[in-house]
């Protein structure tokens, strides 16, 4: 299975100690759209200070202005409220959904825990309709577990 082959991938890249963290998740970032074809867009958002909103760290894939998104605003600012897991096959029938690009058909946000909190998220707009998985939702939980190990 894809996911499994990426798992090493993404803790060797995660565990260059000699990179910064922003320039780590950026190639996490990267290494996923470029080998998960489904995956046209892919960021991470980190809880901002102590502000109720997220803050945009690095992602991959077309231009965005959403560098800031209030709690409760659009499908990240959901989730980082509910603290669960956010996929949306249809980005067109949901009604809190901040659109980033006419393109985007479907969004899947995981949030990142550090230590029982949640600080931040990884989320990934697809251009095709419904094609997440629960594959998807335990391979992006692993990612982000990965992550917090280097936070």
Not at 46 to 65: A, H, I
């Amino acid at each position: 299975m894809l996911f499994e082959k990426l798992k090493p991938e993404v803790v060797k890249i995660l565990g260059k100690n000699d990179t910064s963290i922003t320039d780590r998740l950026h190639e996490v970032c990267q290494l996923l759209k470029d080998t998960i074809t489904y995956y046209d867009w892919v960021g991470f958002y980190f809880k901002n200070g102590d502000k109720e909103e997220l803050k945009l760290r690095t992602y991959v894939g077309e231009e965005t202005s959403h560098e800031i998104i209030p709690f409760g605003a659009g499908i990240c600012g959901q989730v980082a409220v509910s603290n669960k897991n956010f996929v949306v096959p249809d980005v067109q029938a949901q009604d809190n959904y901040i659109a980033c690009s006419i393109s985007v058909k479907s969004e899947i946000v995981i949030p990142l825990f550090k230590d029982g909190e949640n600080i931040g998220q990884i989320d990934i707009d697809s251009n095709s309709r419904d094609p997440f998985t629960e594959e998807d939702e335990r391979f992006l939980e692993f990612v982000n577990q990965e992550v917090a190990t280097i936070l």
